[in-house]
């Protein structure tokens, strides 16, 4: 071992250069206080884990959302099950996640009476304060969804069966709007002219073929 400063061979254990006074640090003993500090920051990086972002938790709860209104707006057209499928499956994962991200979220900058009432907050009250409310507003966009596709499709059909009955100067259709769900995909609905005059018609969907038909009601 030599000296840092001046080069003087020093002996094994030695501590104070004897020929510039330096202080010698023990190598050995450097190399284990920088070994523990890499294993302690390697052990903090592995019990603090994955934790959550404000955009994550946003993020999440969009995609949830959007689950929910594709899901509610397959099962009711009877179409693309696989996508509810995956949908449901992805929404589960994402619940399962709220617990955490709500603690990550938390603990960041959260006054510390709301940290403590959080944890006194049993699970299952946790995710419905947290995802009920999503899960409602997606169901309610997926059933509407599904009567505003065909309410404006219907417009043209409408319009077409105007001209067939009445020539070139038949009045066109401006706005539908289903009054009754029959179930099987059939609906009732009013069709508004530009002229004023309102049609009764019934609506019907075929999700197989994505088609829709309309007729004047009886």
């Known amino acids: 071992m030599f000296c840092g400063k001046c080069g003087k061979q020093l002996e094994d254990g030695a501590t104070v250069c004897p020929e510039c006074g330096t202080t010698v640090e023990n190598e050995e ?3 284990v206080v920088k070994v523990e500090e890499v294993k302690t920051e390697s052990e903090e990086k592995g019990k603090k884990g994955f934790t959550f972002d404000w955009w994550e938790a946003i993020l999440s709860v969009a995609i949830f959302t959007y689950n929910m209104y594709a899901i509610t707006y ?3 057209t009877h179409t693309g099950y ?3 499928v995956i949908g449901i499956a992805i929404n589960i994962g994402i619940i399962c996640s709220v617990p955490k991200m709500v603690k ?8 510390q009476k709301l940290k403590e009432l959080m944890l006194r907050v049993k699970k299952p009250v946790l995710l419905s304060v947290v995802y009920v409310p999503f899960f409602i507003i997606g169901i309610v966009l997926g059933y509407n969804s599904v009567r505003w596709t065909l309410e404006k499709e219907s417009v043209e059909l409408v319009s077409k069966i105007a001209h067939n009955m009445y020539g070139s100067n038949a009045a066109k ?3 539908v709007k289903i009054d009754e769900n029959l179930g099987n995909n059939l609906y009732n609905g009013t069709a508004y002219l530009d002229n004023g005059n309102e049609i009764d018609i019934c609506i019907s969907y ?3 073929d994505d088609k829709i038909e309309v007729s004047l009601a009886d």
């Open 173 to 175: 259709c401006r706005k």
């Open 82 to 84: 696989v996508h509810v």
């Open 74 to 76: 397959n099962l009711i």
């Open 104 to 111: 990550d979220l938390l603990s960041r900058n959260a006054p």
């Open 206 to 208: 075929y999700p197989e």
């Open 29 to 31: 003993t450097v190399s």
